[in-house]
């Protein structure tokens, strides 16, 4: 693909060129490729086909992660979360050594050893990630979801971007079942602390246990705020925002 350099930017086909906007700026690419009804029907792309229906499942996977965690990720997500976890949930595919090929899929690969491995530590803001942010030994209690942050200093512990008086912070237990595709999330009590020298006993627990089967992730969101007359605003729209999967299990 190449980019549009020009003072007038153009969109829509051109002969063979077909010029667009992208997150990456105005672009071009020629126009190809094989007819539809090829791919869909020729035996020689049974391949093709193969990978294209085990690459829509793991969209298909990656979207119940976005769904399942929504009410976090609108103050703390970049605009290409989605397909940093679909490659995510293209590796955790690829663990599936049961089912045949063009089957393979992430509700069988999960249950494999290593796969849960591959899902924690996973940021939703890649601007912005946890462990380059929070500098505090923490712990998950699976069974009940509670995150614990014994002695955190605001001003010592945590990298607070230019302007941040506040933070807040949110912890959330995510059940997604990748099989039938039923998700839930329980949301933490908040806490919000000035960004000072104060030593604080965070603990953060869910208001309950998401029912029925699947796969668990245990989330940490860090939010920084500026106060201003007596009310905090999020900072830069949340530019700075940080959550990840701390656990999984």
Do not use: C
Not at 31 to 54: H, Q, S, W
Not at 61 to 72: F, I, Q, S
Not at 142 to 153: D, E, F, K, N
Not at 230 to 237: A, D, E, I, T, V
Request: no cysteine; hydrophobic share 45%; aromatic share 6%.
């Amino acid at each position: 693909m190449a980019r549009q350099t020009g003072i007038i930017k153009i969109k829509g086909t051109v002969g063979d060129l077909t010029f667009y906007k992208s997150q990456d700026g105005d672009m071009v690419r020629q126009k190809g490729g094989i007819e539809k009804d090829r791919i869909a029907n020729d035996p020689a792309f049974v391949r093709t086909r193969e990978n294209g229906k085990e690459f829509g499942a793991s969209g298909s996977a990656g979207k119940l992660v976005l769904t399942a965690l929504r009410p976090l990720l609108m103050s703390a997500s970049d605009s290409r979360v989605y397909s940093r976890l679909l490659r995510l949930m293209m590796f955790i595919k690829e663990l599936d050594t049961v089912s045949a090929r063009g089957d393979r899929n992430v509700g069988v690969g999960i249950a494999a050893p290593g796969a849960l491995a591959l899902i924690k530590g996973f940021d939703f803001n890649n601007r912005s990630s946890l462990g380059a942010i929070l500098f505090k030994p923490y712990t998950v209690n699976i069974g009940t979801g509670a995150i614990t942050i014994p002695g955190l200093v605001p001003v010592n512990d945590i990298v607070s971007p230019q302007g941040a008086t506040h933070i807040t912070l949110k912890g959330g237990w995510a059940r997604v079942d990748f099989v039938t595709g039923v998700t839930e999330l329980q949301l933490s009590n908040v806490v919000n602390l000035p960004i000072d020298a104060t030593p604080n006993n965070v603990a953060l627990v869910p208001v309950g246990i998401p029912a029925g089967p699947g796969t668990n992730m245990f989330v940490l969101q860090i939010e920084f705020f500026q106060e201003v007359n007596g009310l905090q605003y999020s900072l830069k729209n949340g530019a700075f925002n940080a959550l990840s999967v701390i656990e999984a299990s």
